[in-house]
């Protein structure tokens, strides 16, 4: 079954940038790339989403690779907040999602 | 912002009861919401996709008879886990996203289910 791939887990120190990969080698040209984070015991949160070009809002920047078979959430200076699963999602046309094991992203003082 | 209201946040049942799951889109309207399940330290488990009006999408393996949904409007997704049994404890959640092609997924904030 198609998924996306991720590093079951990343560590990195506060204030630093952290580039979290996912693979998604089964992308369809109208495939969008998503990227959600969830807390403990809470519902996942919106972080930013793309289709071919790079993007940047106030909480990161996704560098999406030239084939869009892979792609980076970039958070460039991490805070003890930033605390949290990432998950990477392609959303197929309305109905269809695409996502895998997640990466669970520590973050040191 | 938009936001998805899930209900109730928390549910204690004996086992052999049904509970049901409710999911409302506040501020939009969403033909299509999407259930997970999650068990503690796992990843997000997609269960099915709801449509409304119309018969929802399982992933292989959610049984359907089991885990019955409902989607008879445009803003309300019901997730009614039946007869359940201790092994159906477990986070669920649902997501909404708005009519449009580039919208993004809204998020409930999770229903911990337990069933003694």
């Known amino acids: 079954d198609a998924k996306t791939t991720q590093p079951n887990s990343m560590e990195s120190n506060e204030e630093e940038p952290v580039h979290l990969p996912c693979n998604h080698s089964t992308i369809s040209g109208t495939d969008y790339i998503h990227w959600y984070r969830q807390l403990p015991s809470q519902g996942p949160e919106y972080v930013i989403h793309g289709l071919t070009s790079n993007v940047n809002n106030r909480m990161a920047s996704l560098a999406i690779a030239e084939d869009r078979k892979s792609s980076t959430l970039i958070l460039h200076r991490a805070t003890l907040r930033d605390a949290a699963v990432y998950y990477c999602i392609l959303i197929q046309g309305a109905q269809k999602l695409v996502f895998g094991q997640g990466t669970r992203l520590t973050i040191n003082p | 912002g938009a936001v998805v209201s899930q209900h109730p946040s928390w549910v204690i049942c004996k086992s052999g009861t049904s509970v049901k799951i409710e999911c409302r889109s506040l501020?939009?309207?969403?033909?299509?919401m999407f259930w997970y399940r999650q068990f503690p330290k796992q990843s997000l488990m997609l269960m099915a996709t709801s449509n409304e009006g119309s018969k929802a999408t399982y992933e292989q393996g959610v049984e359907k008879d089991k885990f019955l949904i409902n989607h008879a409007s445009l803003t309300l997704s019901t997730l009614t886990v039946t007869s359940a049994h201790p092994e159906d404890s477990s986070f669920y959640i649902c997501s909404a996203r708005p009519t449009g092609k580039n919208e993004k997924l809204f998020f409930g904030s999770g229903t911990q289910l337990s069933v003694l």
């Open positions: 501020d939009f309207q969403a033909t299509t």
